[in-house]
């Protein structure tokens, strides 16, 4: 038997993204508009967990990266198709400020 984790469900990742989102909401009230988060992040594991749970939910579901590719717009569609989802989510494809 395998040591890796099975694929993700819907449902455990709707229970990620709420937790998230929840911690999100917190930090955001509490620590964000009150200028008290020092350019630190709040809850970076838990946007972590989330985010892996879709990536590995869209790796198992072609049909739903379809869909998406499917309301892109051209300019963006045009650096998917073909290519695999990416499964490595980093700030890599971000531009750095100058």
Known sequence: MSDKE?????NECLEKKMLYDQCFDVWYRDVFLQNKS???LG???LYKD????IADE???DGSLVQSIRGEMNSTHAGRWIG???PTDAKADNVPKKK
């Open 83 to 85: 290519k695999d989802f």
């Open 6 to 10: 099975p694929p993700a469900t819907a």
């Open 50 to 53: 989330y985010s892996a749970c």
């Open 43 to 45: 809850c970076q594991d």
């Open 38 to 40: 020092q350019g630190k």
């Open 58 to 60: 869209l790796q198992q």
